[in-house]
């Protein structure tokens, strides 16, 4: 059974950082496209950084470029997302995520997301 497990989020201030895992079990994290997404109240849940099969390439929305960064460890078996310089609006509450299926390349292709953890809250004051 696969299951994805977020560390807890937590509260800093603008310009602060925080660092998300996400430990995976029932499956080896390099074997599927994994992601990071988040949601905040009242908005839809919105892709926010993508690793390929192995952690050769990444993809970022736009939002996110060049603040966040993801990475995995296939030792432990766990994804990160690494937050620099977080600002109010990345308050939300953030998912690890990955693709059923593991024939599936289009790592940066969000909607294809479909195996969610519980979730974790990050919220950001000015």
């Known amino acids: 059974q696969v299951q994805l497990v977020e560390s807890e989020g937590g509260s800093v201030q603008a310009g602060g950082s925080l660092r998300l895992s996400c430990a995976a079990s029932?499956?080896?994290?390099?074997?599927?496209?994994m992601a990071w997404f988040r949601q905040a109240p009242g908005k839809e849940r919105e892709g926010v950084a993508a690793i390929d099969h192995g952690g050769s390439s990444t993809y970022y929305a736009d939002s996110v470029k060049g603040r966040f960064t993801i990475s995995q460890d296939n030792a432990k078996n766990t994804l990160y997302l690494q937050m620099n310089s977080l600002k109010p609006e990345d308050t939300a509450m953030y998912y690890c995520?990955?693709?059923?299926?593991?024939?599936?390349?289009?790592?940066?292709?969000?909607?294809?997301?479909?195996?969610w953890g519980q979730g974790t809250q990050v919220t950001v004051s000015s």
């Open positions: 029932g499956y080896t994290v390099s074997s599927r496209c």
């Open positions: 995520s990955a693709v059923t299926d593991r024939t599936w390349l289009a790592c940066m292709a969000f909607w294809a997301y479909n195996i």
